[in-house]
Structures are given as structure tokens and as C-alpha cells.
């Protein structure tokens, strides 16, 4: 079966600027997870979508958007890029209680 | 306070040697546990999910002290492969990561 997938693998953008991210989760999952992790520290949860509805949302300015479609695949949109939201960016889909992450998305801020 | 407490180590161990890591954990009305593998420039992946009686998978086995708010994670005859960042994560209505231990296993 396919895992999580998620696009692109890597991005490279300039402040100011907006990113859409995309996932996939595995088949029959109906949960997505957003996550930021930055470099020695562990993820960071951003927000979670349950049957297109937001379930949960983390400490992260409205700078950050997301939305589940009927296919259950998700998209994570930053707006207004700065610096410091150089990361990688982790999607993770689940069914129950346990959850598995998508390879990421580097993104780089310069 | 952080939600997740974890020692960052880097714990350096020998072909064979046993390591424990321990994580503490602030919110006690936490239901979900789990232990979470990641290596290098990769994603986490799952390696076991916590329960109260506690849980063995081969080398690995995980404990959950409610009590005092802490879960652990046994690592016996430690592999060259084991070595990785191990992540504790605590759910009470949300993941929570700890920052991870660092684990690097020497022939």
C-alpha cells in the first residue's frame, strides 16, 4: 500500500512570499496532521483536519492555512514567508490514534 | 512548562550494550503514548505505541508510569542500525514531540 506522499520535496522561497504544500495520506485515512520541524527539535504541530473539518489547531500565526478536500488530501498554505519558517514540513494521515508521516517538505526561506 | 520533557542526550553506546530513555510528560489527563523513530533528514517513523501494562516488540520494550508521568524505552543487544533520534510522543488532545535523544550505536 502507499504511504503518505507529499509535494514538492523541496522548495526554495524568498521572504514575503506565499508556499502551498500538498499531502496525500494513505488510503482509508481520514485524518490529517501538519507538523513543522525545525532542525533539532521535534515537530511542531500546526493543525490536524478530520473529515474536512479543522480538529486542531497549534500556536502558529494566521499566517498559516490549511484545508482538507473531499478526497481527503490536504493542502498547508503560508502566507507573508519569513525566515524563520524555514523547515521541514511534515504531513501525517491516521485512522485511529496512531499517525504516519509523509517524507516532508523542505522548505527553505532566503 | 513544556508539554514534553525529554533528555537530548547524545547517548554513545557499544555493539550489544542496553539503553533506556525516559520522557516526562506535564498534562495527566494524556490517553495516548507512543515512541517514534527518525533517522537522519527523515521523516519519524512509528516504532511502538505505549499502553499502561506496558509492551515488548522483540529488543524494544516501552513502559508507561501514569503515577508519575513518564514513559521509557528499552533498548536490549543495541544494533548498529538502532542508531537514530528516538521521539516520545504524548497525546492528550494533540501530539506532542519532545525535542528527541540522539542514539548512536559504536561497533
Known amino acids: 500500500d502507499a504511504g503518505v506522499t507529499q509535494s514538492p520535496t523541496h522548495l526554495i522561497k524568498t521572504r514575503g512570499q506565499q508556499v502551498t504544500l500538498r499531502c496525500s495520506p494513505i488510503s482509508g485515512h481520514k485524518s490529517v496532521s501538519w507538523y513543522q520541524q525545525v532542525l533539532g527539535q521535534g515537530p511542531q504541530f500546526i493543525f490536524q483536519y478530520y473529515e474536512k473539518e479543522e480538529r486542531g489547531r497549534g500556536n502558529f500565526p494566521d499566517r498559516f492555512s490549511a484545508r482538507q478536500f473531499p478526497n481527503y488530501s490536504s493542502e498547508l498554505n503560508v502566507n507573508a514567508l519569513l525566515l524563520g519558517d524555514s523547515a521541514l514540513y511534515l504531513c501525517a494521515s491516521s485512522l485511529g490514534y496512531e499517525q504516519y508521516f509523509g517524507p516532508g517538505t523542505r522548505l527553505t526561506v532566503t | ?107
Not at chain 2, 5 to 24: I, M
Open chain 2, 1 to 107: 512548562r513544556k508539554e514534553v520533557e525529554q533528555d537530548p542526550g547524545p547517548f554513545n553506546v557499544p555493539e550489544g550494550a542496553t539503553v533506556a530513555f525516559n520522557c516526562t510528560y506535564s498534562n495527566s489527563a494524556s490517553q495516548s503514548f507512543f515512541w517514534y523513530r527518525q533517522d537522519c533528514r527523515k521523516e519519524p517513523k512509528l516504532l511502538m505505541s505505549v499502553y499502561s501494562s506496558g509492551n515488548e516488540d522483540g529488543r524494544f520494550t516501552a513502559q508507561l508510569n501514569r503515577a508519575s508521568q513518564y514513559i521509557s524505552l528499552l533498548i536490549r543487544d543495541s544494533k548498529l542500525s538502532d542508531s537514530a533520534t528516538y521521539l516520545c510522543v504524548v497525546n492528550p488532545e494533540q501530539f506532542y514531540f519532545g525535542t528527541g535523544t540522539s542514539l548512536t550505536v559504536i561497533p
